[in-house]
């Protein structure tokens, strides 16, 4: 097992346990039965590491990786990707013809999409693989179902030319958090009236998908040919505290910790941080965390957010700062140094990622997500090599 002492150097780190990766890919796989498996790796696979979670997707039986801009389709075949790579979000005017040129499957969800993806395959001489998106109550990308039919047809006239292959048929489901809401089931309607409509005018892609973590996970008629699962990948419930981690087997794979760095008595009326929100009503020892928002600590969580010292939950007091955040640690002996553990798997008793999201008023997603570089990825795998640092 990982032990803090592995890396005494470091003032604070976000461990990513790769065994706990591999672990979600292979339940997520098996609940999608005949469905294939893609991995969601975009935001720096929500903040775990892009490439080292790739792998490890990929070695647990990931079919597809998942990726939101060209940058990340393109870092992830440069790191040695050569597997289906799909990439969704584009620019009128981005220049596609790396993706194009890298095999990556791309999507279009206008016109214009086509119209750029059929010259980059031209300008490359690659066949521009792409994935015709439908709106289906989402209302971000996706053709309506009124624009839906000439969408169709202009792709079907640009394979016929030989530039592109329609390889898939696409949407994204709005309320999958909530499973048992009528709302999934008039997406489910809509895109199958798409598949049907794309059908009647010769288009019959192998791949159909509109399942999120959620759809995956709580509603198996959303699977059809293909599941996109992200933040169930991380061991993170999309349904918040109404099912947990435990409850989906997953594991969460990813523990942020730090060092205490200055640890000092103050007398009781004593200001802390900006603004001195709070103020100390007796003697007592604050300790300095060196994490701040700067780094990805919401500043949200002031006075609020949740840390484990010495043995015991203890809360942020006055606000975050950009590089710091303090911590009231009564008349405890706590030394420089000591272990701080932000959010884990919650095995010890330490606070969550969901604690975290309660505390800041926001969801799981994006308190990995908004990590910053500043902290170090370290990557453990009990059945393997420990203690790589990235």
């Not at 005494?8 to 065994?19: F, H, I, K, S, T």
């Not at 309607?189 to 999120?212: C, K, S, T, W, Y």
């Not at 973590?213 to 198996?220: A, E, W």
Request: proline fraction near 6%; hydrophobic fraction near 45%.
């Amino acid at each position: 097992m990982y032990s803090p002492e592995s890396h005494p150097a470091l003032r604070a780190e976000a461990v990513v346990d790769l065994g706990a990766i591999r672990h979600n890919v292979a339940t997520l796989r098996a609940v999608a039965g005949s469905a294939q498996l893609m991995t969601v790796v975009k935001a720096d696979a929500y903040g775990h590491g892009l490439l080292p979670v790739a792998r490890a997707a990929r070695e647990a039986g990931a079919d597809w990786i998942g990726a939101a801009v060209i940058e990340e389709a393109l870092a992830l075949r440069a790191g040695g990707d050569t597997g289906r790579i799909f990439c969704w979000l584009t620019a009128p005017g981005e220049d596609l013809t790396g993706a194009v040129a890298a095999g990556i499957d791309l999507s279009a969800s206008a016109p214009w999409g086509i119209d750029e993806l059929s010259a980059a395959a031209r300008a490359t001489g690659t066949t521009a693989r792409v994935h015709l998106k439908i709106d289906t109550g989402m209302s971000r990308a996706g053709a309506t179902p009124d624009e839906w039919p000439e969408l169709v047809r202009i792709a079907r006239a640009a394979e016929a030319t030989g530039l592109i292959e329609i390889a898939g048929i696409w949407s994204h489901l709005a309320l999958a958090d909530d499973p048992k809401n009528p709302v999934n089931d008039q997406q489910l309607e809509v895109f199958q009236a798409a598949v049907d409509d794309a059908a009647a005018l010769g288009v019959r892609p192998p791949f159909r998908h509109i399942a999120n973590s959620g759809g995956t996970l709580r509603l198996p008629a959303s699977h059809f040919d293909l599941v996109r699962p992200g933040v169930a990948t991380y061991g993170l419930s999309p349904f918040g505290r109404a099912i947990t981690p435990t409850e989906l087997g997953l594991r969460p794979a990813m523990t942020l910790r730090a060092r205490l760095s200055v640890v000092k008595r103050v007398s009781a009326g004593t200001g802390i941080s900006y603004g001195h929100t709070y103020v100390t009503t007796a003697p007592t020892t604050i300790g300095l965390l060196p994490l701040g928002y700067g780094d990805g600590i919401p500043r949200h969580a002031s006075g609020a957010g949740p840390v484990w010292v010495a043995g015991e939950r203890r809360t942020l007091v006055g606000r975050v700062c950009m590089d710091q955040s303090l911590i009231d640690l009564g008349d405890d002996d706590v030394q420089p140094g000591a272990e701080v553990v932000l959010f884990g798997p919650g095995d010890r008793g330490e606070p969550t990622v969901d604690d975290w999201a309660d505390a800041a008023g926001t969801i799981n997603y994006e308190i990995v997500t908004r990590l910053g570089a500043r902290v170090p990825r370290t990557y453990v795998d009990p059945a393997r090599t420990e203690g790589v640092t990235g």
